[in-house]
């Protein structure tokens, strides 16, 4: 058997800009993808911490270093900036990998650059 579990998380990241006219995504600075080991045009949830709003997106890679979170398309409707959001990636794990697996959680300021503790 076969579970779907977290796999990365960048949490509380602050949306930059929304631009509505759009073909759809979510656009993260290249060094959050990084540390959160999340690929460009891999598929993600976004939870809005301000809105509750919930929706599934695939990722762009942004500039690195500048914080941009950006919601594309259809998205922008679900957020605005300045809104908190939680960006989850998940993955298929084996039964024998569910138990060793950690998902990698990065914390963020309100600038979006990762917290370090």
Request: proline share 3%; hydrophobic share 40%; aromatic share 4%.
């Amino acid at each position: 058997m076969q579970r779907i579990l977290l796999r990365s998380k960048i949490h509380r990241a602050t949306v930059t800009a929304t631009h509505l006219d759009y073909e759809g995504s979510i656009t993260i600075d290249h060094a959050l993808l990084e540390a959160a080991d999340i690929l460009p045009g891999e598929q993600v949830h976004a939870l809005n911490l301000s809105n509750g709003s919930r929706f599934e997106t695939y990722v762009i890679e942004g500039k690195e270093g500048g914080g941009e979170v950006a919601l594309n398309g259809p998205a922008a409707r679900l957020g605005e900036v300045g809104d908190k959001i939680i960006i989850v990636a998940y993955g298929l794990l084996d039964e024998a990998e569910v138990t060793k697996y950690q998902p990698k959680i990065i914390r963020v300021d309100g600038r979006n650059h990762r917290i370090t503790s």
